[in-house]
């Protein structure tokens, strides 16, 4: 583990880098222009194909994190997600989804699936047989999460990347929550990851991009759909992104390090009835996390003894975390997901006392300590 980790962190600054730089540089520049000079030999440069030389530099950065062949970057999360499922489903297609996912993922499948003639059965994670009873012939694509949102649940990833296989399906995984460095869902398989780079891959709160890594074929279509719909990332957006990815092995292993030390003061507390953390020995799918993941990610989920009254009391005592819903920035976050309503495909969803917790890069101690004088201790 010790030399997957140097390599990650070496990779992180220097993946994807040209060397030397350009006119001398350590930093790639923005190349902020919309107009360039036709090269016959060569790609035209334009910011709405995402072939701008500070969009295509970004390309280089992603896809060497992720161990993929190509990357795309796009002006969101959804951006992200809708892009790949577009490249994958025509109309008349099938597509199975695999657990309690995303909200807005799931709104998109609600809202939007039936009026571009895609059919879609929801299945559960863990559990194969599952996946059998409803695939069919029509059945193209398989969407899953590596770390699921916001209930905290780790599926059987190596049988989903098995079964698309074996049924010549592409399959499609959310890497938002564990990140390139805690898995890299390409290596057992998964045909296109996603990203909502707005979260831990910029993991400074101030941009909004999303990330598709895959096969250069495979990218080649996801861009194709981008183009069509102008959901490229920007080029200062693509200098952020890319500036924010230096740290990410950084960052991310202080964030696992101080989710583990909060889920555990949590699990141990009497106030707290439940904790949802891959790293405890007692989350039902630990023994999957620990098999296939360096580190457990930094998000986990808890409801304390009392209900919803005692969740938004806990809420607004503690000090340290912003009462904000997204995740994987240098600051801790929490909210109670409930409060965005009920989930779009009627799965189900969070209760009134369940708590998202997303650890920032504070000291572990002074975010426990926050934790205790919240709960009175």
Known sequence: MSDRRTRFETLAV???EPRP???GSVVFPIYQGTVFEADTGGEMPYIRLGTNPSQRHLHGRLAALEGAEAAVATASGMAAITAALHSALGAGDHLIAAGAFYGG???FLAEHAERLGWTFDLVDPGDAESWRKVVRPDTKAFLTETITNPDIRVGDLAGAAGFAREHGLTSIIDNTLATPVVFQPHTIGFDLVCHS???ALNGHSDLSAGAVTGSRARIERVASVLNAYGAALDPHGAFL??????TLALRVRQQNANAMAVAEYLA?????????YPGLASHPDHDRAAAWFDGYGSVLSFRPVGGAEAAEVLVKSLRLPYAASSLGGVESLVTRPAAGGHPPLGLPGPSGADIRFSAGIEGAADLVADFAQALGD
């Open 14 to 16: 220097h993946g994807g």
């Open 21 to 23: 730089g350009r006119g």
């Open 105 to 107: 993922t799931q709104q």
């Open 197 to 199: 780079a707005t979260k």
């Open 241 to 246: 992104l890319s500036r924010g990815l230096k």
């Open 268 to 276: 141990a507390h009497e106030r707290i009835a439940q904790v949802s």
